[in-house]
């Protein structure tokens, strides 16, 4: 095993690879934050709070009239530190694992894809465990104010009323519903993007490597959302429950959420989730690629 920075793509472990992989990372979870917010917010109030907007354009537009423009971005300071660190600990994971486990170079397309798509799994569940905390203080946020209440906590403060009344656990309120989620949702995500940039690498040579970051990334985005929306559903509003445990409310309200509201509720919200992640992981997986190109050039 090797512990130096020198630039060995074959190391078990470079301390180099990984600064690039983290670095990289935090870079494209900014531009993926605030691409992407005011989708989110838009998704998050139709899963939690149904009976209030009958579609996404007057979720936003009401929003927007009752609480400002700015409120489509509510939530974006813990949403930018959880994705920071979820995306530093994805792609560090990410990367790391496949150093570990390289695969046979002979083996198939189909194989190499499958793997990817393992490892992504595993990707997923790790970060899960970091991304919890940001995306509980995110939810609670994101549906302070909808339908027009008044006196609406900041994110400091839905983050100040978690300590004090729940401590620690409190931050990791859905937990169960997170892995859930995030599992298949990294599967999807890291295995499509392998996937879509093969095919157009193969199939389309002449398009430069930036649109083909842009276009595999928020494809990628795009199919891992519509595979996972059905657990996403049942976690937002476990998450946006001030009384939710961190593990053993995800299946019961998912059977809730079937019994109420049928199959199509569990895909509530997919047309704006779908929406933000085709631009947001675009910007993400660009910016990614673009940074760690950059640091390669500059032989960082």
């Known amino acids: 095993m090797e512990m130096e920075g020198a630039d060995d793509k074959s190391a078990v472990f470079s301390l180099r690879q990984s600064f690039r992989e983290v670095m990289s990372a935090s870079a494209g979870s900014i531009a993926c934050c605030y691409a ?9 109030r139709l899963q939690a709070a149904p009976e209030l907007y009958s579609n996404p354009l007057v979720a ?3 929003t927007a009239r009752q609480e400002g423009v700015t409120a489509l971005w509510k939530g974006a300071v813990p949403t930018a530190m959880g994705m920071i660190a ?9 990367g790391q694992l496949k150093r570990m486990f390289p695969g046979a170079e002979d083996s198939g397309f189909a194989s190499s894809i499958a793997r990817e798509f393992m490892l992504g799994y595993f990707t997923g569940c790790c970060a899960s465990l970091v991304l919890c905390p940001s995306e509980v203080v995110k939810a ?4 302070e104010g909808s339908g027009g209440k008044k006196d609406a906590l900041s994110s400091w403060q839905v983050t100040q009323r978690i300590w004090q009344t729940r401590g620690l ?6 937990l169960e519903a997170q892995i859930m989620r995030d599992g298949p949702f990294y599967a999807f995500f ?10 157009m690498k193969t199939y389309t040579p002449a398009v430069p490597d930036e649109a083909r970051f842009f276009l595999a990334g928020g494809l990628a985005g795009m199919a891992g959302w519509a595979a996972v929306m059905p657990a996403d559903v049942p976690k937002s509003i476990v998450q946006t429950n001030w009384n939710s445990r961190v593990a053993g409310d995800f299946w019961p309200t998912l059977s809730m959420v079937y019994r109420e509201r049928g199959i199509s509720g569990l895909y509530s919200g997919l047309r704006p989730a779908l929406l933000r992640a085709f631009p947001a992981n675009a910007a993400l997986f660009l910016t990614e690629e673009l940074v760690k190109k950059a640091f390669e050039g500059a032989g960082i």
């Open 86 to 94: 979820e995306n530093a600990v994805a792609f560090g994971v990410r």
């Open 36 to 44: 992407g917010q005011p989708f989110d917010t838009v998704k998050v």
């Open 60 to 62: 936003a537009v009401a």
């Open 190 to 199: 890291f295995g499509s993007y392998e996937l879509f940039g093969h095919l």
């Open 169 to 174: 656990p409190g931050f990791f309120a859905g």
């Open 140 to 143: 609670l946020t994101q549906l």
